[in-house]
């Protein structure tokens, strides 16, 4: 088809946006000398083609998505956007319009036709002219009587039929004469839950068998076609041809074709039945439609004088074209004929003409099809009256007209000619005319001259479509890669989350120890991740140690602030076991603030598993058509699964250098990290005077701090069971307390009830458990109790030892009385007066606090020496853990 020069002309531009218009909303239909035409706005413009000017200008209340044409009644539906379905006379519109401001307008065009600034006045319509009010509706068609609607609703489309009123008669349609449903559908959201604007509408094709009312083939729609009775009984059945029922060909946005046979919806409103046996799906194009039609591809006989089609076609919006046609089986019965091709896409719009053929545009040309078979008078392979098959490929030819958005056919083409009326995405209304007595558009035959181009072509295009099966294929392996690893990650979730209470399937236990690091001792932490479950952690999985610190745990007011150590778990399968070490402490100035909470957490990536398959994109799509993939990811781009929580206090940091296994004496003193070269000089000079530090004098001068705990010795021995047999409650207890710790073990075999540790920051902490005897408590005599004492030269860390030794009697007070026991029998006189006691030393505190803020140097350390003693004593309550 080379060569072509179609002859176009330019009528006339209408306004657009900035960007151009649109393809799917705008639409232009022709009768007569008359052009109907939106332009997807809310303004329909009638324009004379003989005259070349703009008769009349209607605004209607929103966006106009649809016209359609009844010429025997002149009248215009229109379809307007969530309001419903307009009905204009002709006739009254023409009437309405003045002839002398039509004599005025005369002069005004220019030359060139622009239109942009409207030369007329805008005629609101009225909303009594809204013949179907709707909110829903997104696609109409109009048979004879019978006004047919597609709405969609929340979940589902839905065919209605509505009687038509007549000529004269009141505009509005009668009651609904029938309904049913089709497929289910997603309507698009919007922000605000309102919906939005649909990107592709449905298309409407109403289908009439050889008997039916419209006359020759032409029903009184514009939007109608007539089948030839093989091809209509072969495609929607028996029962419609015997009923002479026109058929409703619907294609809707997510690519079915599907048929709706309107006899029966109508006797179905008096004997409802199963409403899936209306619908009947003929096929899936699998992208949006843009185009139903139906063609004549064959020749008639000279003495034929109706023109039935015998094909039906059905365009998508990235070139997958369908057609159907009558046809023999090897076996000689008549068949349908299915056969799919692959235009250049994205379609923007399409149409069809005389002759077999379909044009159709994108948006760099206008390109036609021709689907009739030449079928030479020799050729004796054909049966007698048998349909012809469909060609094995089709040729676009270009009519060099680029970016069109709406067609439509002309009636007005000479005999074996071609008119096309389009608009173009400018606004520019134009006609194509193809001259029969020229070169037409119509496929060539291969010759040898063009046979090398043909068979580049061809290759090419065979090149391409494996480059893109190739793509294609790649894709569709990752993205079941990632639905095999996210079916992985919801067993793993499902596990977990199922068992918190008993053993888990997968757990992570965390010990602490001390190591020497870079000529200083560090603190650790080590965490054991074992998988017991059936379910391996494979690509995605991650797990997440976060260190929160005492000086913020503890701080109320204060933002969170803590490290977080991210370790990927690679290929841990069922029974394997994985070890992470981290450093607790202490920092770069050298100080270990203790308590530090240390929580362990799975964390499957959704983003580094599904991301990858999501962003995968076909490289041959246009990326005109503005379609990405929707970002379903949540915003914390995965899923934590909590696994353990642990707390490290002063009891575990404890370090006992007396006690100390061999291989641990070489730990020493905790202290900042020193410069080596003055760690040499120092060991050079030899031994040095004892240091005078802060820290010296206050262990040296004054008495340590010190702070008691009472505890019932019945109730340690019932929380310690038989884990004190054979030693004395006293070095149970000290053990109990120690159990964390790595020195438990020797103070088990030794036996000791006092130990002598130091702390990180190298001051002495003390730990003494006694038996002792409370006599002023219970009126049936003393009670035996264990005292536990802790002493220290540092206040910090003997507040520090004091709340691990309280924590763990909270704990162990809580388990007994869970499991119902009971305690003795007291002095409720004796337990008020102490609590009378606490309370006016709790006002003395901050009576001493409020003086220390008002006192000058000389006396406040005399008030700062009786709030320690003060402290003292609140510290060494006279209150006892039953």
Same mark, same amino acid.
């Given at each position: 088809?080379?060569?072509?020069?179609?002859?176009?002309?330019?009528?006339?531009?209408?306004?657009?946006?900035?960007?151009?218009?649109?393809?799917?909303?705008?639409?232009?239909? !022709?009768?007569?000398?008359?052009?109907?035409?939106?332009?997807?706005?809310?303004?329909?413009?009638?324009?004379?083609?003989?005259?070349?000017?703009?008769?009349?200008?209607?605004?209607?209340?929103?966006?106009?998505?649809?016209?359609?044409?009844?010429?025997?009644?002149?009248?215009?539906?229109?379809?307007?956007?969530?309001?419903?379905?307009?009905?204009?006379?002709?006739?009254?519109?023409?009437?309405?319009?003045?002839?002398?401001?039509?004599?005025?307008?005369?002069?005004? /065009?220019?030359?060139?036709?622009?239109?942009?600034?409207?030369?007329?006045?805008?005629?609101?319509?009225?909303?009594?002219?809204?013949?179907?009010?709707?909110?829903?509706?997104?696609?109409?068609?109009?048979?004879?009587?019978?006004?047919?609607?597609?709405?969609?609703?929340?979940?589902?489309? #839905?065919?209605?039929?509505?009687?038509?009123?007549?000529?004269?008669?009141?505009?509005?349609?009668?009651?609904?004469?029938?309904?049913?449903?089709?497929?289910?559908?997603?309507?698009?959201?919007?922000?605000?839950?309102?919906?939005?604007?649909?990107?592709?509408?449905?298309?409407?094709?109403?289908?009439?068998? =050889?008997?039916?009312?419209?006359?020759?083939?032409?029903?009184?729609?514009?939007?109608?076609?007539?089948?030839?009775?093989?091809?209509?009984?072969?495609?929607?059945?028996?029962?419609?041809?015997?009923?002479?029922?026109?058929?409703?060909?619907?294609?809707?946005?997510?690519?079915?074709?599907?048929?709706?046979?309107?006899?029966?919806?109508?006797?179905?409103?008096?004997?409802?039945?199963?409403?899936?046996?209306?619908? #009947?799906?003929?096929?899936?194009?699998?992208?949006?439609?843009?185009?139903?039609?139906?063609?004549?591809?064959?020749?008639?006989?000279?003495?034929?004088?109706?023109?039935?089609?015998?094909?039906?076609?059905?365009?998508?919006?990235?070139?997958?074209?369908?057609?159907?046609?009558?046809?023999?089986?090897?076996?000689?019965?008549?068949?349908?004929?299915?056969?799919?091709?692959?235009?250049?896409?994205?379609?923007?719009?399409?149409?069809?003409?005389?002759?077999?053929?379909?044009?159709?545009?994108?948006?760099?040309?206008?390109?036609?099809?021709?689907?009739? %078979?030449?079928?030479?008078?020799?050729?004796?392979?054909?049966?007698?009256?048998?349909?012809?098959?469909?060609?094995?490929?089709?040729?676009? +030819?270009?009519?060099?007209?680029?970016?069109?958005?709406?067609?439509?056919?002309?009636?007005?083409?000479?005999?074996?000619?071609?008119?096309?009326?389009?608009?173009?995405?400018?606004?520019?209304?134009? *006609?194509?005319?193809? /001259?029969?007595?020229?070169?037409?558009?119509?496929?060539?035959?291969?010759?040898?001259?063009?046979?090398?181009?043909?068979?580049?072509?061809?290759?090419?295009?065979?090149?391409?479509?494996?480059?893109?099966?190739?793509?294609?294929?790649?894709?569709?392996?990752?993205?079941? #890669?990632?639905?095999?690893?996210? $079916?992985?990650?919801? $067993?793993?979730?499902?596990?977990?989350?199922?068992?918190?209470?008993?053993?888990?399937?997968?757990? !992570?236990?965390?010990?602490?120890?001390?190591?020497?690091?870079?000529? %200083?001792?560090?603190?650790?932490?080590?965490?054991?991740?074992? &998988?017991?479950?059936?379910?391996?952690?494979?690509?995605?999985?991650?797990? !997440?140690?976060?260190?929160?610190?005492?000086?913020?745990?503890?701080?109320?007011?204060?933002?969170?602030? +803590?490290?977080?150590?991210?370790?990927?778990? /690679?290929?841990?399968?069922?029974?394997?076991?994985?070890?992470?070490?981290?450093?607790?402490? =202490?920092?770069?100035?050298?100080?270990?603030?203790?308590?530090?909470?240390?929580?362990?957490?799975?964390?499957?990536?959704?983003?580094?598993?599904?991301?990858?398959?999501?962003?995968?994109?076909?490289?041959?799509?246009?990326?005109?058509? &503005?379609?990405? *993939?929707?970002?379903?990811?949540?915003?914390?781009?995965?899923? !934590?699964?909590?696994?353990?929580?642990?707390?490290?206090?002063?009891?575990?940091?404890?370090?006992?250098?007396?006690? @100390?296994? =061999?291989?641990?004496?070489?730990?020493?003193?905790?202290?900042?990290?020193?410069?080596?070269?003055?760690?040499?000089?120092?060991?050079?000079?030899?031994?040095?005077?004892?240091?005078?530090?802060?820290?010296?004098?206050?262990?040296?001068?004054?008495?340590?701090?010190?702070?008691?705990?009472?505890?019932?010795?019945?109730?340690?021995?019932?929380?310690?069971?038989? &884990?004190?047999?054979?030693?004395?409650?006293?070095?149970?207890?000290?053990?109990?307390?120690?159990?964390?710790?790595?020195?438990?073990?020797?103070?088990?075999?030794?036996?000791?009830?006092?130990?002598?540790?130091?702390?990180?920051?190298? *001051?002495?902490?003390?730990?003494?458990?006694?038996?002792?005897?409370?006599?002023?408590?219970?009126?049936?005599?003393?009670?035996?109790?264990?005292?536990?004492?802790?002493?220290?030269?540092?206040?910090? $860390?003997?507040?520090?030892?004091?709340?691990?030794?309280?924590?763990?009697?909270?704990?162990?007070?809580?388990?007994? @009385?869970?499991?119902?026991?009971?305690?003795?029998?007291?002095?409720?006189?004796?337990?008020?007066?102490?609590?009378?006691?606490?309370?006016?030393?709790?006002?003395?505190?901050?009576?001493?606090?409020?003086?220390?803020?008002?006192?000058?140097?000389?006396?406040?350390?005399?008030?700062?020496?009786?709030?320690?003693?003060?402290?003292?004593?609140?510290?060494?309550?006279?209150?006892?853990?039953?």
């Amino acid at each position: 088809m080379a060569g072509l020069a179609p002859r176009v002309e330019y009528l006339a531009g209408f306004c657009c946006p900035l960007g151009g218009l649109a393809a799917g909303k705008p639409r232009v239909l !022709c009768h007569g000398a008359e052009v109907f035409l939106s332009t997807g706005s809310e303004l329909v413009y009638v324009y004379d083609r003989e005259g070349r000017l703009l008769i009349a200008v209607y605004k209607f209340p929103g966006q106009v998505w649809h016209l359609e044409l009844l010429a025997l009644r002149r009248a215009l539906y229109v379809l307007c956007a969530r309001s419903g379905i307009y009905c204009l006379s002709l006739d009254q519109a023409s009437r309405s319009v003045s002839r002398d401001d039509k004599d005025d307008r005369d002069d005004q /065009d220019s030359e060139d036709g622009q239109v942009d600034e409207l030369p007329v006045p805008v005629i609101p319509v009225h909303p009594d002219t809204c013949v179907l009010p709707s909110a829903t509706l997104h696609a109409f068609t109009v048979l004879d009587d019978v006004l047919i609607t597609l709405s969609q609703g929340p979940t589902q489309w #839905k065919v209605q039929l509505f009687e038509c009123p007549c000529p004269g008669e009141d505009p509005r349609p009668g009651g609904e004469i029938g309904e049913v449903e089709l497929s289910t559908c997603t309507p698009p959201a919007g922000s605000l839950g309102e919906p939005t604007a649909p990107r592709f509408l449905p298309v409407l094709c109403c289908a009439s068998p =050889p008997g039916s009312r419209a006359p020759h083939g032409h029903p009184w729609g514009s939007g109608g076609v007539t089948l030839e009775g093989t091809l209509f009984g072969l495609l929607f059945g028996s029962d419609a041809s015997l009923l002479e029922s026109p058929v409703i060909v619907c294609g809707l946005p997510d690519g079915q074709l599907c048929c709706v046979v309107l006899k029966t919806l109508v006797t179905s409103r008096s004997a409802p039945g199963d409403p899936k046996a209306l619908v #009947k799906i003929l096929h899936h194009l699998e992208e949006p439609v843009i185009f139903i039609g139906a063609l004549r591809t064959e020749p008639l006989s000279e003495d034929v004088e109706d023109v039935y089609c015998d094909c039906l076609v059905a365009l998508g919006h990235h070139g997958r074209t369908l057609a159907i046609k009558a046809s023999w089986d090897e076996a000689g019965h008549l068949v349908p004929e299915l056969r799919e091709y692959s235009l250049p896409g994205p379609v923007l719009c399409a149409a069809h003409g005389r002759g077999g053929r379909v044009y159709h545009s994108t948006p760099s040309d206008l390109c036609v099809v021709d689907l009739a %078979q030449e079928v030479s008078p020799w050729d004796l392979t054909q049966r007698d009256g048998a349909p012809g098959g469909l060609p094995s490929l089709l040729c676009p +030819a270009s009519l060099s007209v680029c970016s069109v958005v709406t067609l439509s056919v002309s009636s007005r083409a000479p005999e074996g000619g071609a008119e096309l009326l389009a608009l173009s995405a400018k606004g520019r209304l134009m *006609t194509c005319s193809l /001259d029969p007595h020229s070169e037409t558009p119509h496929p060539t035959r291969v010759t040898s001259a063009n046979a090398g181009q043909k068979i580049k072509e061809l290759l090419s295009g065979i090149g391409t479509v494996s480059e893109r099966v190739s793509s294609l294929k790649k894709a569709v392996d990752q993205r079941d #890669k990632a639905l095999t690893c996210l $079916n992985e990650a919801m $067993n793993v979730s499902c596990a977990l989350l199922s068992s918190r209470e008993g053993p888990r399937p997968i757990s !992570c236990t965390i010990s602490t120890s001390w190591s020497r690091l870079q000529l %200083q001792d560090v603190l650790t932490a080590t965490c054991l991740l074992e &998988n017991s479950s059936g379910f391996s952690l494979d690509r995605g999985w991650a797990l !997440c140690v976060q260190v929160l610190r005492s000086s913020r745990a503890l701080d109320l007011d204060s933002a969170v602030s +803590a490290i977080t150590y991210t370790i990927p778990v /690679d290929q841990l399968g069922p029974g394997g076991q994985r070890e992470v070490t981290l450093p607790l402490g =202490p920092g770069e100035d050298g100080a270990l603030d203790l308590p530090v909470t240390v929580s362990c957490a799975l964390f499957y990536s959704l983003r580094e598993v599904v991301g990858g398959a999501l962003a995968l994109t076909d490289p041959f799509k246009d990326p005109s058509s &503005n379609e990405c *993939t929707p970002d379903v990811l949540p915003e914390q781009d995965g899923v !934590c699964l909590p696994l353990s929580e642990h707390t490290v206090d002063m009891l575990q940091g404890l370090r006992f250098p007396g006690l @100390a296994a =061999p291989h641990t004496q070489a730990l020493g003193p905790l202290s900042p990290a020193r410069d080596p070269i003055h760690t040499f000089l120092e060991t050079c000079c030899g031994p040095v005077s004892q240091p005078a530090g802060p820290a010296s004098l206050r262990a040296k001068y004054l008495p340590p701090s010190v702070a008691t705990v009472k505890v019932s010795a019945e109730l340690l021995r019932a929380a310690l069971g038989d &884990n004190h047999a054979g030693v004395s409650l006293c070095s149970a207890t000290l053990q109990w307390l120690l159990a964390e710790n790595a020195v438990a073990d020797i103070v088990r075999a030794q036996a000791l009830s006092s130990i002598q540790g130091v702390a990180p920051d190298g *001051t002495d902490v003390h730990l003494i458990v006694r038996e002792v005897a409370v006599t002023d408590l219970c009126p049936a005599g003393p009670i035996q109790a264990m005292e536990i004492q802790v002493e220290s030269s540092s206040l910090a $860390n003997m507040c520090r030892a004091h709340h691990a030794i309280i924590g763990r009697l909270q704990r162990l007070v809580m388990e007994q @009385a869970a499991r119902g026991s009971s305690p003795p029998d007291l002095r409720l006189q004796y337990l008020h007066q102490i609590q009378a006691n606490h309370e006016t030393l709790l006002r003395e505190v901050q009576t001493l606090r409020d003086r220390l803020c008002t006192e000058d140097e000389a006396s406040s350390c005399a008030t700062a020496q009786r709030l320690l003693q003060v402290y003292r004593q609140l510290r060494s309550p006279s209150l006892l853990l039953l």
